[in-house]
Antibody, heavy 119, light 106 residues
Framework: QVQLVESGGGLVKPGGSLRLSCAAS????????MNWIRQAPGKGLEWVSS????????YYADSVKGRFTISRDNAENSVYLEMISLRADDTAVYYC????????????WGQGTLVTVSS | IQLTQSPSFLSASVGDRVTITCRAS??????LAWYQQKAGKDPKVLIY???TLESGVPSRFSGSGSGTDFTLTISSLQPEDFAAYYC?????????FGGGTKVEIK
C-alpha cells in the first residue's frame, strides 16, 4: 500500500537549518508530483512547496521562498525539504503528500514530522 | 487565491445534517478539494473536483459548487465525523487551504 514516511524533524535554534526527508513506497514514485504542507500547533494547513515528477518544475509559498529548497531523488523514492534561516514561525508539523499532477488533489499523506524552532 | 471557510467552529449532534461553505476570492472552476483531519492525524481527502467522492469515503459526504462558492455536506453526522475539515484550491499556485472548520459534539 502507499506509504509516505517523513523524518528529520527536531529542535533547532532560530537562524539554524534542517533537512527533512520523505521516503515513499507502494507506488511508482516518479509518476507523482510531491508536496510539502505544514501545520503550526493548533492552526490550519499551509501549503509549502511542490515539485514535478522529474524535478524540473518547482513551486514555493512566499513565506518560504529563498529559505527552503525542495528536491527529489527518484532512484531513492524520496523527496527532501532543505530549510535554512529558520524562524519561530516555521515551527510546525511538516507533512509530505503526493498528487498526480500540478493541479491535482493530495491523495496520500505521511504522518508528519515536527519541527520546533526555539532558542 | 484566498479561501474563506465558514463556520470556523460547529457544534452538532449525531444524525444532524451539516453544511460547511468555502468561498474563493476569485473563480477557480471546480479545482477544489475537501479534507478531513482527526486530532493528531494526517488529513484525508474526502472530495475532489468539487463534487467527486474519493474512493472509500462514505456516501453521506457530498460536495457541490463551482466558480467561487462551494459546500461540503454531511447528510447524517456520525460519531467518527467529529474532526476538522479543510477546503483547498488547486486552480493556481500558490495553492491555498481554507482556515478550517472544527466539528464538535453538541
Amino acid at each position: 500500500q502507499v506509504q509516505l514516511v517523513e523524518s528529520g524533524g527536531g529542535l533547532v535554534k532560530p537562524g539554524g537549518s534542517l533537512r527533512l526527508s520523505c521516503a515513499a513506497s507502494g507506488f511508482t514514485f516518479s509518476d507523482y508530483y510531491m508536496n510539502w504542507i505544514r501545520q503550526a500547533p493548533g492552526k490550519g494547513l499551509e501549503w509549502v512547496s511542490s515539485i514535478s515528477r522529474g524535478g524540473s518544475t518547482i513551486y514555493y509559498a512566499d513565506s518560504v521562498k529563498g529559505r527552503f529548497t525542495i528536491s527529489r531523488d527518484n532512484a531513492e523514492n524520496s523527496v527532501y525539504l532543505e530549510m535554512i534561516s529558520l524562524r519561530a514561525d516555521d515551527t510546525a508539523v511538516y507533512y509530505c503528500a503526493r498528487s498526480y499532477g500540478a493541479y491535482s488533489y493530495f491523495d496520500s499523506w505521511g504522518q508528519g514530522t515536527l519541527v520546533t524552532v526555539s532558542s | 487565491i484566498q479561501l474563506t471557510q465558514s463556520p470556523s467552529f460547529l457544534s452538532a449532534s449525531v444524525g444532524d445534517r451539516v453544511t460547511i461553505t468555502c468561498r474563493a476570492s476569485q473563480g477557480i472552476s471546480t479545482y477544489l478539494a475537501w479534507y478531513q483531519q482527526k486530532a493528531g492525524k494526517d488529513p484525508k481527502v474526502l472530495i475532489y473536483a468539487a463534487s467527486t467522492l474519493e474512493s472509500g469515503v462514505p456516501s453521506r459526504f457530498s460536495g457541490s459548487g463551482s466558480g467561487t462558492d462551494f459546500t461540503l455536506t454531511i447528510s447524517s453526522l456520525q460519531p467518527e465525523d467529529f474532526a476538522a475539515y479543510y477546503c483547498q484550491q488547486l486552480n493556481s499556485y500558490p495553492l491555498t487551504f481554507g482556515g478550517g472548520t472544527k466539528v464538535e459534539i453538541k
